[in-house]
């Protein structure tokens, strides 16, 4: 296991990544609005593919050919792997094409991006982000199932984070974005002591979806350092829960006091932008370079409107299996989600 690291081990990583909000105010400057040649591509690709299946998880890179899009996504991912760590793509016509179709889409944009990686026990690879009637002190509830409440900062369990908005609800929900990196280098600048604290492996819960007879808990660091990359892994509600089990390991008043301090730097203002989602925008984020989060918001089942999302955790082939931390690998710590492979 991981090890806290002195003051003097402690450095600045990534600076390159170092956005604040006014760097990134113009919106235009991170959405890229799908052209109607492109749709059209993408609605080509989709009768490739379904002339190959009717299951979308069927669904491989070869059978959804993006020919012109493709060369795109692939500037997108080096931007989100080695830039600012988070994307918009907007415009997909929802409205028009129907939920199936537009995640059909979705799915095959994902290929051109990374690989799929299941997003929980089930083994889910295209999830479903919206209420699923989950409680929020529901110890064994996860973010995605939770309706109305809003969400702290966290990253999830993959290189890549993909959601897709189909529909927006009532109101409210405005999807927040945080530069980990950024956070992480102001805090070595400030205390690089606390720092050192998040280096050790911090307990996070496993709500309820560790494998037969494995502990309710597992260990990650917040911060990992690998080939000159920053790695962060941050679910704080998770790691405060972890709490519940006496045979975890009690965080330290250290432990706690850095992570006060790094929630000073992510929370801050000007660390983070905010995206209202419309039916058909797609956001993708870096999870080991920003973190992820939202405002509460307001459905209204009688009328229909219910906010939904779909989700994708992508691996992505820009970083090689060696360029990762053996914990940020696909056969980590929750290998035993790989053992299904469903739709949410």
Same mark, same amino acid.
């Given at each position: 296991?991981?090890?806290?690291?002195?003051?003097?081990?402690?450095?600045?990583?990534?600076?390159?990544?170092?956005?604040?909000?006014?760097?990134?105010?113009?919106?235009?400057?991170?959405?890229?609005?799908?052209?109607?040649?492109?749709?059209?591509?993408?609605?080509?690709?989709?009768?490739?593919?379904?002339?190959?299946?009717?299951?979308?998880?069927?669904?491989?890179?070869?059978?959804?050919?993006?020919?012109?899009?493709?060369?795109?996504? &692939?500037?997108?991912?080096?931007?989100? /792997?080695? $830039?600012?760590?988070?994307?918009? /793509?907007?415009?997909?016509?929802?409205?028009?094409?129907? +939920?199936?179709?537009?995640?059909?889409?979705?799915?095959? /944009?994902?290929?051109?991006?990374?690989?799929?990686?299941?997003?929980?026990?089930?083994?889910?690879?295209?999830?479903?982000?919206?209420?699923?009637? %989950?409680?929020?002190?529901?110890?064994?509830?996860?973010?995605?199932?939770?309706?109305?409440?809003?969400?702290?900062?966290?990253?999830?369990?993959?290189?890549?984070?993909?959601?897709?908005?189909?529909?927006?609800?009532?109101?409210?929900?405005?999807?927040?974005?945080?530069?980990?990196?950024?956070?992480?280098?102001?805090?070595?600048?400030?205390?690089?002591?606390?720092?050192?604290?998040?280096?050790?492996?911090?307990?996070?819960?496993?709500?309820?979806?560790?494998?037969?007879?494995?502990?309710?808990?597992?260990?990650?660091?917040?911060?990992?350092?690998?080939?000159?990359?920053?790695?962060?892994?941050?679910?704080?509600?998770?790691?405060?829960?972890?709490?519940?089990?006496?045979? &975890?390991?009690?965080?330290?008043? $250290?432990?706690? &006091?850095?992570?006060?301090?790094?929630?000073?730097?992510?929370?801050?203002?000007?660390?983070?932008?905010?995206?209202? +989602?419309?039916?058909?925008?797609?956001?993708?984020?870096?999870?080991?370079?920003?973190?992820?989060?939202?405002?509460?918001?307001?459905?209204?089942?009688?009328?229909?409107?219910?906010?939904?999302?779909?989700?994708?955790?992508?691996?992505?082939? /820009?970083?090689?299996?060696?360029?990762?931390?053996?914990?940020?690998?696909?056969?980590?710590?929750?290998?035993?989600?790989?053992?299904?492979?469903? %739709?949410?």
């Amino acid at each position: 296991m991981s090890t806290t690291l002195t003051a003097d081990e402690v450095r600045p990583l990534e600076t390159h990544a170092n956005w604040t909000a006014s760097d990134i105010a113009d919106a235009e400057e991170w959405t890229y609005r799908l052209s109607a040649a492109e749709i059209a591509e993408l609605a080509a690709a989709l009768a490739e593919a379904r002339s190959h299946t009717d299951e979308v998880l069927d669904v491989r890179k070869e059978h959804f050919p993006l020919p012109t899009l493709s060369p795109v996504l &692939a500037g997108l991912a080096e931007e989100l /792997i080695n $830039g600012r760590g988070f994307q918009r /793509i907007s415009a997909l016509p929802v409205e028009r094409v129907g +939920f199936e179709d537009a995640s059909w889409m979705y799915w095959g /944009i994902g290929l051109h991006l990374g690989v799929p990686w299941p997003q929980n026990v089930k083994g889910h690879l295209l999830g479903d982000v919206k209420d699923q009637g %989950k409680r929020p002190d529901d110890p064994t509830a996860r973010g995605n199932e939770l309706g109305g409440v809003a969400q702290a900062f966290h990253s999830d369990g993959s290189d890549l984070v993909g959601l897709m908005c189909l529909d927006p609800g009532v109101s409210g929900g405005e999807s927040l974005v945080a530069n980990a990196v950024g956070a992480y280098n102001k805090l070595v600048d400030e205390d690089p002591e606390l720092a050192g604290e998040l280096f050790a492996g911090l307990p996070y819960d496993f709500r309820g979806e560790q494998a037969d007879g494995a502990t309710p808990f597992y260990h990650v660091p917040v911060f990992s350092e690998h080939g000159d990359r920053l790695f962060v892994r941050y679910i704080r509600p998770y790691i405060e829960a972890s709490q519940r089990h006496d045979d &975890a390991p009690r965080l330290s008043d $250290g432990q706690r &006091a850095a992570m006060d301090a790094y929630d000073a730097h992510i929370y801050d203002r000007d660390n983070r932008v905010e995206m209202t +989602f419309e039916p058909g925008d797609m956001q993708f984020v870096n999870n080991y370079h920003v973190l992820h989060g939202r405002k509460a918001y307001e459905d209204d089942a009688e009328a229909g409107r219910v906010r939904w999302l779909k989700r994708l955790w992508l691996a992505t082939e /820009i970083l090689r299996p060696e360029d990762r931390p053996d914990r940020f690998q696909a056969a980590g710590s929750t290998a035993h989600w790989s053992s299904k492979r469903t %739709k949410a």
